[in-house]
């Protein structure tokens, strides 16, 4: 069995050439591939690590944190080195006899622990990493026995007191390494340590399963279990840092692997905040003192794979006391960014015989490089200055507040000081109830009020015409305008004559200066946008319960922003069976849909006829149904010989109901080229939804933006879409769809910017009220795509529609949304009464809901 040590292509061939052109392409990687480029050295290894640091760089910038590499400055506690597992590579567990030969204890006492602390804080360390082996109770008595004496009854419970006494004595904030942990136990530490960690290692369960190997004999490292607590540390919105040990015997195939299945973990929960890969470094006294250490070069190549595996929004950490001072700056031209805990104080304990290297040191090698080395908290930024009241429990927030500055890194000359933890008497009920997700009630009302557009003082900032715009019930009329750029007031003139002359052509000009404002401008072009849809459809926000399903992801378009195809080959590739499409739209109807969104890939074995077994097998619950993009119509029409008139009307007469207006992107044929390199012309477009309609099928229409298009595309696209609805009618609504950057190919690849900015939002989500007027009624947002503060905001800015519930949603999710994938009727209520505005639920095409409308949609 090749192993990764075997693993050497110095050669610069075929395979290293079409790897190295997928990636400059931004297309994924299968496990074949990403096995090839784990064995580049040399010339190919040099080609991957510029491109690895590239996607770094890139991922920093989006971050705005610019050529900033990251570490933070720990004290280490090893809690205790008792273990139940017996690692064929570890010297950091060992047992009782050894212990008491070396006159040290089972467990440090709390005094040790908070002088660990205390002196770390003294000396400008900002996080206390808590490593301990895994339920050492469970396997030696004497440990047993120490819990007990403690007045302790598990060793996780004693861990969370020691960490409560961390926090009030000394404000270190805790980094929690205890293992494998339960749902409960996990729970339970959340309070008490604002991140936790637990490295995969692998996932094969052959180094699990077979004597001799690393991990036989030790019942904590079955990958399955390891997987199972990272996901539940996702499920309870837990920040968690994880990785992969690199050179312990697995396969290149094995750790491709073990990458592909972590990035699945942290694609779908969003909660790790950094993969550590490690590299092996062999020790005496232990079961592989035979084995070799990493070469480095190796070690670089699964550096450069983890970065192409994860991407640019991922940190990327190597622990820099594992490899040789001079190899430090290999490490960062490999594309890491972070350098993980460095301490001061503690040796590393579970690498001893490596100590850290000096602070000024690594500055020096990251100045080097161009970078610059800055001190973060144990809870990266991200998760600071996010959403911190979902990613951290309430009664920490005073302790990460205290150390950290205004991007989440630690503040300038932060001192660490001991900050009262208050455990709350109902807290565990709370938690039975509500789960941690409802840690944002912890919020202020000021916080709250904090979701709204309108000002107090409005009308003093912004004038008569600001506050008549923003709550009158009809169009707004001439009045005291706001002081504002000549164009922008020029546009809103002849928008008040009316909103349908900004999409002549000959006002184009004038339609691309409000598509432009920004400040002042903008909130005037939103107000009026917003006074329209108050005259067009009134106050109520609109929502549909429905269910989205992915039936395939495998798909050979090429279009170049789409994260969401895959390969037959590829690891993220599935193909739903006809029984389970069925069994997700039982499941829907149950839950109460009257609607199933159905949209799949353009899979090369797929008949033109397979559409019609899907409109069927839906059709059979009687609900309604919404499926196929205009680009799935010209596929089932030309593999089924049919043209696209008789596709639809085969497809409407099985039981379709609507079709969704994706695959619309831009309508200008120079941009569509570059995101999908014609597959679909705006003409073959436009011809699949005018068919639609004449036919009797309402659709959707949308615009993708945010990637390589400016604002006179959007003009261009809506006044397309307006014309067209003048011509056939049939949509039912237009939804702005921000492009989601972090994994699109054509991002990776240097081609798109990173996603529009809530500026663009709210433009694109106003001029779309503004054109479409009178012909187009509802203007849906995306919460997949935005979240659900960004949607209370564009309520204000001329929307009227929440969407659907969704239950699932793949497409979004596999490009980098962060905003999950379903929502409960009253999370889309929440949003609406975010924005003071009243709500009702709707079937697909705007109709109140009933029991009748429940069975047939």
Avoid at 77 to 100: H, M, N, Q, S, V
């Amino acid at each position: 069995m090749r192993r990764l040590s075997d693993v050497a292509s110095g050669q610069f061939g075929a395979t290293e050439r079409r790897v190295l052109a997928r990636v400059r392409r931004g297309v994924g990687l299968n496990v074949d591939e990403l096995v090839a480029l784990l064995g580049f050295r040399g010339e190919a290894l040099r080609e991957a690590m510029a491109l690895a640091s590239q996607w770094r760089d890139r991922g920093l910038a989006d971050a705005g944190r610019p050529g900033v590499v990251s570490y933070s400055p720990k004290v280490f506690i090893p809690l205790t080195r008792l273990c139940r597992d017996r690692c064929g590579y570890c010297t950091f567990a060992t047992d009782p006899a050894d212990l008491r030969a070396r006159g040290e204890g089972y467990f440090l006492t709390p005094a040790e622990v908070v002088s660990i602390a205390r002196e770390g804080a003294r000396m400008g360390c900002t996080e206390a990493l808590f490593t301990l082996g895994d339920r050492p109770e469970d396997r030696w008595p004497a440990a047993r026995e120490w819990l007990a004496e403690a007045g302790y009854d598990s060793t996780l419970g004693y861990l969370r007191a020691v960490a409560i006494r961390v926090l009030e004595e000394t404000g270190l904030l805790p980094h929690l390494n205890p293992g494998v942990m339960s749902w409960e136990e996990l729970l339970l530490l959340r309070p008490v340590a604002p991140s936790m960690g637990l490295m995969l290692e692998t996932s094969s369960t052959r180094l699990f399963t077979t004597p001799g190997a690393a991990h036989y004999g030790s019942p904590d490292k079955d990958p399955a279990v390891r997987l199972r607590v990272i996901a539940d540390a996702g499920r309870l919105n837990i920040p968690f840092t994880s990785g992969v040990l690199v050179g312990i015997g697995e396969t290149p195939a094995e750790l491709a692997q073990s990458m592909l299945s972590l990035r699945a973990l942290a694609r779908e929960y969003h909660h790790v905040q950094e993969v550590i890969i490690q590299n092996f470094r062999v020790k005496p006294d232990t079961a592989m003192r035979q084995a070799d250490d990493l070469d480095h070069e190796a070690y670089l190549a699964a550096l450069v794979t983890a970065r192409l595996v994860f991407g640019p929004g991922m940190r990327i950490q190597a622990p820099p006391n594992l490899s040789d001072p001079d190899h430090l700056a290999d490490l960062l031209a490999a594309g890491v960014d972070d350098f993980g805990g460095v301490s001061p104080l503690t040796p590393d304990h579970v690498n001893p015989e490596r100590p850290w290297p000096q602070i000024e040191s690594l500055a020096d090698v990251c100045r080097a490089a161009n970078l610059e080395l800055r001190p973060r908290l144990a809870v990266a930024p991200p998760f600071v200055t996010g959403d911190i009241d979902r990613w951290v429990d309430p009664r920490l927030h005073p302790h990460v507040v205290a150390l950290a500055d205004s991007e989440g890194f630690v503040r300038a000359g932060a001192q660490p000081r001991g900050i009262a933890w208050q455990e709350s008497d109902d807290y565990e009920g709370f938690v039975a109830d509500s789960g941690p997700g409802r840690a944002d009630l912890a919020r202020t009302i000021d916080s709250e009020g904090r979701l709204t557009r309108e000002r107090g003082d409005a009308a003093e900032v912004y004038g008569d015409w600001e506050v008549v715009a923003a709550k009158a019930p009809t169009t707004p009329r001439r009045g005291a305008l706001p002081v504002l750029a000549a164009d922008v007031k020029a546009a809103l003139r002849l928008a008040e004559r009316g909103p349908a002359l900004l999409a002549a052509p000959e006002h184009q000009r004038d339609a691309v200066a409000l598509a432009a404002a920004d400040g002042a401008e903008l909130d005037a072009v939103a107000a009026f946008a917003d006074a329209l849809r108050s005259d067009a459809v009134g106050d109520t926000v609109t929502y549909v319960v429905n269910r989205n399903i992915n039936f395939t992801n495998v798909c050979y378009t090429g279009c170049r922003f789409c994260a969401f195809a895959q390969r037959e080959s590829d690891e993220d590739a599935f193909t739903l069976p006809l029984a389970e499409v069925g069994s997700r739209v039982d499941e829907a109807v149950a839950a109460g849909a009257t609607e199933i969104c159905m949209q799949g890939g353009i899979h090369p074995k797929l008949p033109g006829t397979a559409y019609f077994d899907l409109v069927a097998e839906v059709k059979r619950r009687r609900v309604h149904l919404h499926a196929f993009s205009p680009m799935e119509v010209v596929n089932g029409a030309n593999r089924a010989g049919m043209t696209i008139a008789e596709w639809l009307a085969t497809a409407k007469a099985a039981g379709l109901d609507s079709i969704p207006g994706t695959a619309a992107e831009i309508l200008d044929d120079d941009i569509r080229w570059i995101l999908t390199k014609g597959k679909l012309p705006t003409a073959t477009w436009l011809e699949v939804i005018g068919t639609a309609h004449e036919l009797g099928l309402p659709s959707s229409a949308t615009m993708m933006y945010g990637h390589v298009d400016s604002p006179h595309h959007w003009v261009g696209h809506l006044r397309t879409l307006r014309e067209q609805q003048l011509r056939t009618g049939g949509f039912t609504e237009f939804v702005g769809l921000p492009f989601v950057h972090h994994n699109s190919p054509i991002y990776l690849a240097g081609v798109a910017r990173p996603g529009p900015s809530r500026r663009d939002d709210v433009a694109v989500t106003s001029l779309s009220r503004i054109m479409l007027h009178g012909a187009i009624p509802n203007i849906q947002v995306s919460w997949v795509k935005i979240g659900p503060q960004a949607c209370a905001e564009l309520l204000a800015a001329g929307a009227n529609d929440l969407g659907g519930t969704l239950m699932e949603e793949t497409i979004s999710r596999m490009a980098g949304s962060e905003f999950g994938s379903a929502m409960t009727p009253d999370g889309l209520r929440a949003i609406a009464s975010a924005a003071g505005r009243p709500v009702r639920e709707r079937t697909t095409t705007y109709g109140p809901v009933d029991a009748q409308s429940r069975k047939v949609g």
